[in-house]
């Protein structure tokens, strides 16, 4: 299982960025993906999750109306496109999912908001 974000960098409040992870060695179709995101100092948390037929759930409250999680099943790649961001939004934003009780972890990419 390997998963690869990209997408991260540095952006001024107000402005928006897409992230993207593209997943290999699994189907991807059949599993939940989630988006987490790690700030410096505190725990990991969720951000967003899309069921395998692209259900949506789990949306931390803080990003609802800002985030839209999708997925390409065809390109094996899911997204979360990020609106609005605040310097509270800054962290290392990582791509998950699980398989027969294991968690697999993308290397993460870095999110700035700053101006």
């Known amino acids: 299982v390997q998963l690869v974000e990209s997408g991260g960098g540095l952006v001024q409040p107000g402005g928006s960025l897409r992230l993207s992870c593209v997943a290999s060695g699994f189907t991807f179709s059949s599993y939940t993906m989630k988006w987490y995101r790690q700030a410096p100092g505190k725990e990991r948390e969720l951000v967003a999750a899309?069921?395998?037929?692209?259900?949506?759930?789990n949306v931390k409250d803080s990003v609802k109306g800002r985030f839209t999680i999708s997925r390409d099943n065809a390109k094996n790649t899911v997204y979360l496109q990020m609106g609005s961001l605040q310097p509270e939004d800054t962290a290392v934003y990582y791509c998950?999912?699980?398989?027969?009780?294991?968690?697999?972890w993308g290397q993460g990419t870095q999110v700035t908001v700053s101006s």
């Open positions: 998950n999912t699980r398989i027969i009780f294991q968690n697999y």
């Open positions: 899309i069921t395998s037929v692209g259900g949506i759930t």
